[in-house]
């Protein structure tokens, strides 16, 4: 199996790279900066018994999207994870004084970027009747937060790509869901105090929030031979509780 995966050299799409090595795929990942740490992804990748290889790709510059993928090769499995983060951080700007060109510019990258990425992908997956699509999106996107419209939005609208997805190319053998990180604690978000970690994770059903390996496996179920006929649906990983009212 070949797995590409965008945005794949730090955080969730490191971890999952790794984890689809595990089981002797073939993984792409792919960087918009730092070639160095896409480097060492690869070299995790191969010690951990698969294939490996990085190629830049910018979502924010839909020229490379297509030449990146013919780099790749044929794709099995797409993991589409990279985001555009924006400049808006929670709490930021009222929603009313969010900058036109914030909404555009997230859009552009995150919406369109990826339904470019995908119509890359899908003629090799039509062909070989056979495929996996899994995006990555936030919770954000479906509880909110103050601030990061343009973000939350941007997200949202993969679950719409998704459900549109899973109808046309199903009868192609082609299966498409959305994986939902919570709080995800992957070693790259900015520091958070330990008290408000500990706040969160008493508020899911595990008492405990989710780490970068823990979505990956949820994405490497979705996006292998192991999901026979799941497809269309948003599947929501445990952290995303921690900002419910229903602690006990």
Do not use: C
């Amino acid at each position: 199996m070949h797995v590409l995966i965008t945005g794949g050299s730090s955080g969730i799409g490191a971890a999952t790279a790794v984890a689809y090595a595990r089981t002797g795929a073939r993984v792409t990942i792919t960087y918009n900066s730092g070639a160095d740490r896409a480097a060492e992804v690869v070299k995790r990748i191969e010690e951990a018994g698969g294939q490996g290889a990085a190629v830049h790709l910018n979502l924010e510059d839909h020229a490379t999207i297509a030449p990146a993928v013919a780099q790749a090769g044929p794709v099995d499995a797409l993991v589409a994870n990279a985001v555009r983060w924006g400049t808006l951080a929670p709490g930021g700007a009222a929603f009313e004084d969010v900058p036109a060109a914030e909404w555009s510019a997230a859009l552009h990258a995150n919406v369109v970027g990826n339904a470019l990425l995908v119509q890359a992908v899908l003629p090799g997956m039509r062909r070989a009747k056979w495929g996996r699509i899994v995006f990555v999106s936030s919770g954000i996107a479906e509880e909110g937060v103050p601030g990061p419209g343009p973000y939350g939005t941007a997200k949202m609208a993969l679950h719409g790509m998704a459900r549109a997805l899973a109808w046309e190319a199903g009868k192609d053998g082609i299966l498409v869901n959305v994986a939902v990180a919570g709080l995800t604690i992957t070693g790259a978000q900015r520091p958070i105090p330990q008290e408000v970690l500990d706040g969160l994770a008493a508020r899911t059903p595990s008492r405990r929030l989710s780490t970068a390996d823990d979505m990956a496996a949820l994405i490497v179920f979705l996006g292998s031979e192991a999901n026979r006929n799941l497809t269309g649906e948003t599947l929501r990983d445990g952290s995303n509780a921690g900002r419910s009212a229903h602690a006990v």
